[in-house]
């Protein structure tokens, strides 16, 4: 009976020390025998995987196919029925000027030609995104916080928290160039232009901030540039400002007329 008992024991110890010898790999990457597989690796597709090269195994029909399609150009997605939130949701107006092609490969896609100058006209385009109004000081607040939390994600690491092209890409010398935005002459329409579509060593945004979010960013910056923007003190001084130049216009053209009046 001890010697059955014996041989039953060296047996199972045999057949746990296959097991586990059996489990491993002379490849490190390997995890070996797995129990229920597809709790590790989802069969399903996946997005943005390589399916054409999959455990040492390549398949030359799949390397060159998209996993994640875009949808084709012009197609709007719903956004539901707040006229306003759908205004700022549209396609953009402006295209991409023909040299994006090849400085930022917008291949297949419908450019402006060289004789149309876009991020020129898109000077005169005006912030849609109203802000909440500073007697609402959460929603203020909240509104601040949002563009402060996009600007970290998406814009900071080239430049810098205040704006000025510090960012840890320039540190550590990944990006050279960029530029503090006090030295950027941008209307709020161009900054708009300048993240949807690049510019520069800059890549497009678009596909990682929607245009809400773009024209979010573009407060944001704004603010950088003016501690004071958004405020009602900021408010008062550019209707100050605009009624001014207002003025300067009307006295320049009733000089204009007295001149040629004289002749």
């Keep these: 009976m001890k010697m059955k008992l014996r041989i039953i024991g060296s047996l199972a110890i045999a057949a746990v020390s296959t097991l586990i010898l059996g489990s491993c790999g002379g490849d490190p990457d390997s995890p070996g025998l797995e129990y229920m597989p597809d709790m590790y690796r989802s069969p ?58 090849e400085t930022h490969g917008m291949y297949g896609e419908e450019l402006s030609p060289k004789s149309i100058n876009t991020y020129e ?21 909240a509104f ?7 600007f970290v994600a998406n814009c900071a690491h080239c430049h810098g928290e205040k704006g000025d092209g510090n960012g840890p890409m320039m540190a550590n010398e990944t990006y050279t ?6 030295n950027v002459a941008a209307t709020e329409g161009q900054m708009f232009y300048s993240i949807y579509y690049g510019k520069g060593a800059m890549g497009s945004h678009r596909s990682i901030v929607n245009k809400k979010e773009i024209w979010t960013l573009v407060h944001y910056i704004q603010r950088l540039l003016n501690k004071d923007y958004g405020t009602a003190d900021f408010e008062a001084e550019a209707d100050t400002e605009g009624e001014e130049a207002e003025g300067e216009e009307v006295a320049d053209g009733e000089e204009s007329e007295g001149d040629g009046e004289e002749g």
């Excluded at 996993?67 to 306003?84: H, L």
């Excluded at 949701?89 to 023909?98: R, T």
């Excluded at 005006?126 to 109004?133: D, M, Q, S």
């Excluded at 601040?144 to 996009?150: D, H, P």
Aim: hydrophobic share 30%.
């Design 121 to 141: 006209l898109a000077a005169t385009d005006k912030n849609p995104l109203a802000l909440p109004a500073e007697s609402d000081s959460l929603a203020y607040k």
């Design 44 to 101: 399903a597709v996946e997005p943005y995987v390589d399916y054409g090269h999959i455990k040492e195994r390549e398949n030359p029909e799949l390397k060159t196919r998209l996993s994640a399609m875009t949808p084709p150009n012009g197609t709007i997605p719903y956004y539901g029925t707040d006229s306003a939130e759908v205004y700022l949701m549209l396609p953009y107006k402006h295209k991409a000027n023909d040299e994006f092609r």
């Design 144 to 150: 601040w916080k949002g563009a402060e939390k996009l």
């Design 177 to 182: 160039g960029v530029p503090d935005y006090k």
